[in-house]
């Protein structure tokens, strides 16, 4: 395994920034090793090398993810050592992965958890919540102009990643009950209920000091900040009520009114002001890291169905191929938001640039364990080339011969965390143990199962 994970890591220092196609001949023994790998090595591998991205690759002050890593060393600003929020959250999980599959000891995580949660305590937050980027000396830095105070979409990102922590290691000894008791106060100082903008029934993603709520973006309709809602109604200091829920982020029932897409129903309406009928891949990906959608049912949808009809609507998709993208099929499919060739952008079927981004594929095992592992194959066999130190490159385009060795913290982090909630249930079981959590599922009206 580790000759194959090194095989892999020299292969990326082969690779330039605009194509693969000429590197055949230098891949060809690792496509071949890799070849004979089983299933297990195969997920093995893109764990451990995804893991790392939070590990190796972590901000060394504070512990948590940097937002992006460029291996060309090219990067915008000072965006090297950006510390990314949501992505943080991502990486807490991925950092578990790396404990239960053996690449690190339970107190080597110990020591980086206690890292993290110390420099979030004391770095810039608004009301409890931390902004969407932080410098290493935990100031906030801005993400745009006017949105430099709290980001509480993020904010929900890290909370879950917290919280899985702390189920993790609230029965330990008593250095790990001590981390949980920090995890369990700092989500108790989130003022959930502060970002319904005094008082409004529904939740707001930013707030300024600066600016306050000018950036106006109220949060509804289904998109990929369902878990906002939850852990918002859940707070045991600051909760939202059920009508916030119902009339800010279902639209006073409007999210329901659900389409049929590759003759598949899309469960909700994923765009309030939009007509298209599913997402980036993305939104089946970030609430779900710890909430278990198998089971999941409120008023409005079935939420495994939610999921598993979007992964194959953009797997069926790739298969129809109706724009005739080169190499879409069976074994290369996967819309979301990720780098693009000019910039960063949002890709879904009805917005398709002819670029895959691995973590669309990868992250959606859980839901289509076959098709994701056929990509997972034709990718370390068929296209290894596209793969680096940290796993799969965040994007690239076999019609446009372009990639860059370049990775994003809210791609990579969803891949292990999604692969071992296929593989053992393990986020799921630990998140939705949290009783803060229940109580808040429970208000807003939600059916859930409890894994064994």
Same mark, same amino acid.
């Given at each position: 395994?580790?000759?194959?994970?090194?095989?892999?890591?020299?292969?990326?220092?082969?690779?330039?920034?605009?194509?693969?196609?000429?590197?055949?001949?230098?891949?060809?023994?690792?496509?071949?090793?890799?070849?004979?790998?089983?299933?297990?090595?195969?997920?093995?591998?893109?764990?451990?090398?995804?893991?790392?991205?939070?590990?190796?690759?972590?901000?060394?002050?504070?512990?948590?993810?940097?937002?992006?890593?460029?291996?060309?060393?090219?990067?915008?600003?000072?965006?090297?050592?950006?510390?990314?929020?949501?992505?943080?959250?991502?990486?807490?999980?991925?950092?578990?992965?790396?404990?239960?599959?053996?690449?690190?000891?339970?107190?080597?995580?110990?020591?980086?958890?206690?890292?993290?949660?110390?420099?979030?305590?004391?770095?810039?937050?608004?009301?409890?919540?931390?902004? !969407?980027?932080?410098? $290493?000396? +935990?100031? *906030?830095?801005?993400?745009?102009?006017?949105?430099? #105070?709290? %980001?509480?979409?993020?904010?929900?990102?890290?909370?879950?990643?917290?919280?899985?922590?702390?189920?993790?290691?609230?029965?330990?000894?008593?250095?790990?009950?001590?981390?949980?008791?920090?995890?369990?106060?700092?989500?108790?100082?989130?003022?959930?209920?502060?970002?319904?903008?005094?008082?409004?029934?529904?939740?707001?993603?930013?707030?300024?000091?600066?600016?306050?709520?000018?950036?106006?973006?109220?949060?509804?309709?289904?998109?990929?900040?369902?878990?906002?809602?939850?852990?918002?109604?859940?707070?045991?200091?600051?909760?939202?009520?059920?009508?916030?829920?119902?009339?800010?982020?279902?639209?006073?029932?409007?999210?329901?009114?659900?389409?049929?897409?590759?003759?598949?129903?899309?469960?909700?309406?994923?765009?309030? !002001?939009?007509?298209? $009928?599913? +997402?980036? *891949?993305?939104?089946?990906?970030?609430?779900?890291? #710890?909430? %278990?959608?198998?089971?999941?049912?409120?008023?409005?949808?079935?939420?495994?169905?939610?999921?598993?009809?979007?992964?194959?609507?953009?797997?069926?998709?790739?298969?129809?191929?109706?724009?005739?993208?080169?190499?879409?099929?069976?074994?290369?499919?996967?819309?979301?938001?990720?780098?693009?060739?000019?910039?960063?952008?949002?890709?879904?079927?009805?917005?398709?640039?002819?670029?895959?981004?691995?973590?669309?594929?990868?992250?959606?095992?859980?839901?289509?364990?076959?098709?994701?592992?056929?990509?997972?194959?034709?990718?370390?066999?068929?296209?290894?080339?596209?793969?680096?130190?940290?796993?799969?490159?965040?994007?690239?385009?076999?019609?446009?011969?372009?990639?860059?060795?370049?990775?994003?913290?809210?791609?990579?982090?969803?891949?292990?965390?999604?692969?071992?909630?296929?593989?053992?249930?393990?986020?799921?079981?630990?998140?939705?143990?949290?009783?803060?959590?229940?109580?808040?599922?429970?208000?807003?009206?939600?059916?859930?199962?409890?894994?064994?």
């Amino acid at each position: 395994m580790r000759l194959f994970i090194l095989a892999m890591a020299i292969t990326s220092l082969l690779v330039g920034c605009g194509g693969h196609s000429s590197k055949k001949e230098k891949v060809a023994e690792t496509s071949a090793t890799n070849a004979d790998m089983t299933n297990e090595q195969l997920l093995d591998s893109v764990q451990r090398q995804t893991f790392d991205y939070f590990w190796g690759g972590a901000e060394p002050v504070s512990g948590l993810a940097r937002e992006r890593i460029h291996m060309d060393n090219i990067y915008p600003a000072h965006d090297k050592d950006i510390i990314t929020i949501g992505g943080s959250g991502f990486g807490l999980m991925a950092i578990l992965v790396g404990v239960e599959r053996d690449f690190i000891t339970r107190e080597q995580a110990l020591e980086r958890y206690e890292k993290a949660i110390d420099f979030l305590a004391k770095a810039d937050r608004f009301y409890g919540a931390w902004p !969407h980027w932080l410098t $290493p000396d +935990g100031k *906030m830095t801005p993400f745009s102009q006017k949105d430099n #105070g709290g %980001d509480l979409v993020e904010t929900a990102f890290l909370v879950q990643g917290m919280l899985t922590v702390k189920e993790y290691f609230k029965d330990g000894n008593e250095r790990e009950k001590k981390l949980a008791q920090k995890i369990q106060k700092l989500w108790e100082e989130v003022e959930w209920d502060w970002y319904t903008k005094g008082g409004e029934n529904v939740l707001y993603w930013h707030w300024s000091p600066e600016y306050e709520w000018e950036m106006n973006f109220p949060v509804g309709g289904y998109n990929e900040a369902l878990i906002m809602y939850i852990l918002a109604a859940a707070s045991p200091t600051h909760s939202i009520n059920k009508e916030v829920y119902e009339e800010g982020w279902a639209l006073g029932g409007e999210i329901a009114k659900d389409t049929v897409y590759y003759g598949l129903e899309t469960e909700l309406n994923h765009y309030e !002001h939009d007509k298209a $009928p599913v +997402g980036p *891949m993305f939104w089946a990906h970030y609430s779900y890291l #710890g909430l %278990d959608p198998n089971g999941l049912t409120d008023q409005y949808a079935d939420y495994w169905k939610l999921n598993v009809n979007h992964t194959l609507i953009q797997y069926k998709h790739a298969v129809e191929n109706p724009s005739n993208f080169e190499g879409y099929g069976e074994n290369l499919w996967g819309l979301t938001s990720s780098y693009s060739i000019k910039g960063y952008a949002g890709h879904r079927p009805d917005q398709d640039l002819g670029v895959i981004s691995p973590t669309a594929a990868l992250s959606s095992m859980p839901y289509a364990p076959e098709e994701s592992q056929q990509f997972l194959r034709h990718l370390y066999t068929e296209q290894d080339s596209l793969i680096g130190k940290y796993g799969p490159y965040d994007a690239f385009s076999l019609e446009h011969d372009w990639y860059l060795p370049r990775y994003l913290a809210i791609d990579q982090g969803p891949i292990p965390v999604m692969i071992e909630n296929y593989r053992s249930g393990l986020f799921w079981k630990l998140f939705m143990e949290n009783e803060d959590l229940k109580r808040g599922l429970d208000k807003l009206g939600f059916s859930y199962k409890m894994r064994k």
